[in-house]
């Protein structure tokens, strides 16, 4: 939480000082379809992705910084329970490159978590197990639109690479030694206003 602040604090500041020229901030959402892979995700099938939070601030034409809060759900195949359920989400941060191609641009968006967890739900779970690690993410917005302010539209490719190092349940928190890894390839539509 502390870091959400901070970083929020960061984006508000920046933002203030540098009023006297166009702003070049854009908040949006998406929606999106997420594959499973990796050691932990065994037995996960693909499920929904929702970008709750997509921000970015241009420092220029081409470079600026990039903010996200994303989560996907995912179902289990072959398991007895039939609502037995993994949420798995991501707060990242990082640089943000932008190109043009004809009428619309492409970002290039690598992030690094600072918060990567996963939540077993389902009637058969018992003590909120939740797991934690990082992750890294390399995000793709194909985004639609003049670049001014207003709405765009943009097509989201992000590839994000996980491995979950501590495990809790019922109150108690352990490490993982094994190859804990989830990687997810998210594909999905999103949507941004340009302030």
């Known amino acids: 939480m502390k870091k959400l602040i901070l970083l929020l ?36 099938e693909g499920g929904i992705n929702l970008k709750f939070i997509d921000m970015g601030y241009r420092f220029n034409e081409t470079w600026g910084v990039t903010a996200g809060l994303n989560s996907s759900g ?7 329970a039939d609502d037995l359920a993994v949420g798995v989400a991501s707060f990242a941060i990082g640089p943000m490159y932008t190109t043009t191609l004809g009428s619309a641009s492409w970002d290039i968006k690598p992030q690094l978590a600072l918060s990567y967890k996963g939540v077993l739900t389902g009637n058969a779970v018992t003590g909120d197990p939740e797991y934690s690690g990082s992750a890294f993410i390399l995000g793709n917005s194909f985004v639609f639109g003049d670049g001014g302010k207003g709405f765009a539209w943009s097509i989201d490719v992000d590839y994000r690479m996980g491995k979950f190092k501590e495990y809790s349940a019922g109150g108690v928190t352990v490490d993982v030694n094994e190859d804990n890894t989830l990687n997810n390839l998210n594909i999905g539509v999103g949507l941004r206003y340009n302030f």
Request: aromatic share 12%; charged share 15%.
């Open 9 to 44: 604090s960061v984006v508000f500041l920046t933002t203030t000082a540098l009023q006297a020229q166009d702003s070049k901030f854009y908040l949006g959402l998406g929606l999106g379809y997420a594959t499973a892979s990796g050691s932990a995700a065994e037995d996960v």
């Open 74 to 80: 995912h179902s289990f195949e072959d398991v007895d």
